[in-house]
């Protein structure tokens, strides 16, 4: 695989997959990590006497162009962060595409509009990956959160252009990934929570083969609850993984940790009424939150790893009365890293969570791939990066 260092890219246009899937509201852009992160590319690119074509999906439109996730507001940003111009391109391939890269002349940078536009673009359409590829001179892969989907702007592109190399960000996601799994310092604890087991069987699996142990919060552990014969209450339960949990439980004998303590509510709501039990969760309760026990454990369990890998909230974090668990994790993490321990956080809610802590500057990696990080770990292949091999 090339890297961006291995080109030459004086005089030459360089199109650019960068991941600006950024959360909006009515226009505003509320988190803008996916964008700083790719400036480090971009900027080598500039400073190389490329000119970057940039191309990016935003939301999930449906039936064609749809104002709501126009990139429009992304170009605005961009160009306030590179304090630089951005040019806007209404167009995504074709000869208005080609007009608004040579408007912009050499040097400039390019922003083209939603790939999600085009039809093509989900089914990896191989005539539209031929025009995307006619629009530059190299293509760079720098979209991380993206390269785990075979699409027109991921895998497709890469088969058609002159020449292909992983920028800056991708290169990085893949070697602190890579540390993670081929050579971890032990002990080696993973943290996965979140809503549902079944969005997460394979890496379970994979992760109990490489990790020490493993700690399950978040609705998912009620199943594992249940399928050990603990009274669960109203807490979310996938009945048809039980058997499944079972058999993990069995296998995985005391490496996978599970919450013995909850907070519970009567009702998912900011002003429910919150109480601590243990063991069991009563008829007509739900665990929203893993309980002060659970925390005190779990953290302990973080801050004596040499590495940690977290993907998941430990609770509704996003309502005060349930957030100390996923609090409480990521304070340990930081403490780990303080100790000298990689520490790796992937997953769109525990990067929020790291970021609402203020944390994020203490721990050693912010993946910006929840599922390409989680089909990293579980061993499956990326196509988006293995077309650049």
């Not at 996730?69 to 000869?95: D, I, K, M, N, Q």
């Not at 989900?122 to 005539?127: G, I, M």
């Not at 990326?382 to 650049?388: A, I, S």
Request: aromatic residues 4%; charged residues 25%.
């Amino acid at each position: 695989m090339k890297h961006l260092a291995d080109l030459r890219l004086r005089g030459k246009r360089v199109l650019v997959r960068v991941d600006f899937n950024v959360p909006l509201d009515g226009g505003t852009i509320t988190d803008d990590t996916r964008i700083r992160e790719a400036l480090p590319t971009l900027r080598h690119i500039l400073d190389e006497g490329g000119t970057p074509v940039l191309m990016s999906h935003l939301g999930r439109p449906k039936d064609g162009p749809d104002p709501q996730f126009s990139l429009r507001p992304v170009a605005a940003h961009l160009e306030e962060l590179l304090g630089r111009p951005v040019t806007f391109c209404e167009a995504t391939v074709g000869e208005d595409a080609v007009r608004g890269i040579e408007a912009a002349g050499d040097g400039g940078v390019v922003l083209l509009e939603n790939t999600r536009f085009l039809a093509g673009e989900t089914k990896n359409d191989d005539a539209l990956a031929q025009q995307m590829a006619a629009l530059a001179d190299v293509f760079v892969s720098d979209a991380f959160g993206s390269v785990h989907r075979a699409h027109a702007s991921t895998e497709g592109v890469a088969r058609h252009a002159k020449e292909s190399a992983a920028g800056l960000l991708l290169e990085r996601e893949l070697d602190v990934l890579g540390r993670l799994l081929d050579r971890p310092a032990r002990p080696f604890v993973a943290v996965l929570g979140g809503a549902k087991v079944s969005d997460k069987l394979g890496v379970i699996e994979a992760l109990l083969e490489k990790a020490d142990r493993v700690l399950i919060g978040g609705a998912m552990s009620y199943t594992f609850l249940r399928a050990q014969g603990v009274e669960t209450g109203n807490s979310l339960v996938e009945e048809d993984r039980l058997v499944w949990a079972k058999d993990v439980l069995a296998q995985a004998g005391g490496r996978l940790l599970l919450p013995t303590d909850h907070v519970v509510a009567d009702r998912l709501a900011e002003d429910a009424e919150a109480e601590t039990v243990s063991g069991a969760i009563p008829e007509g309760k739900m665990g929203l939150d893993i309980g002060p026990e659970t925390r005190a454990r779990y953290a302990e369990a973080v801050r004596g790893a040499q590495t940690v890998v977290w993907n998941g909230p430990m609770g509704v974090f996003e309502m005060e009365p349930f957030a100390e668990g996923t609090r409480a994790v990521a304070q340990a993490l930081a403490e780990a890293t303080d100790n000298g321990a990689l520490t790796v956080i992937g997953g769109g809610d525990s990067v929020a969570a790291i970021n609402d802590a203020g944390l994020a500057d203490r721990v050693s990696h912010v993946s910006t791939g929840g599922g390409a990080m989680l089909e990293f770990v579980e061993g499956k292949a990326l196509p988006g990066v293995e077309v650049l091999g």
